[in-house]
């Protein structure tokens, strides 16, 4: 079992910058994946980044140039840059178990851009 726990969100004004990072615990060797979802208030859950354990990164179109994600052991982090009213969403961590079927949630970091 894996258990996420993120933080960092808040109230920003457009143009600025956030940095989520999510904690892992648990059985942390068995992760091979982890990543950011996001869920903005009539959005479905969209996939934001992921990274692998040998450092491979898949960005969402809507965030390539502007958000980083980054891992440190059983720490993932996102650097979001020049935030914009669109990237209003709950941001959900997740960590993808080595069976390759198990995914890991988070409970979410509310990410407010204001204009």
């Known amino acids: 079992q894996v258990h996420l726990v993120e933080s960092g969100g808040g109230l920003v004004e457009a143009g600025r910058s956030l940095k989520l990072s999510c904690t892992a615990s648990g059985s942390t060797d068995r992760i091979i994946a982890m990543g950011w979802y996001r869920q903005g208030p009539e959005n479905e859950r969209e996939l934001v980044a992921t990274?692998?354990?040998?450092?491979g990164t898949i960005y969402a179109d809507s965030v390539k140039g502007r958000f980083t994600i980054s891992r440190d052991n059983a720490n993932v982090y996102l650097q979001m840059n020049n935030l914009k009213p669109e990237d209003t969403a709950d941001y959900y961590c997740?960590?993808?178990?080595?069976?390759?079927?198990?995914?890991?949630w988070g409970r979410g970091t509310q990410v407010t851009v204001f204009s």
């Open positions: 990274i692998t354990r040998g450092a």
């Open positions: 997740t960590a993808r178990h080595w069976d390759g079927n198990t995914i890991y």
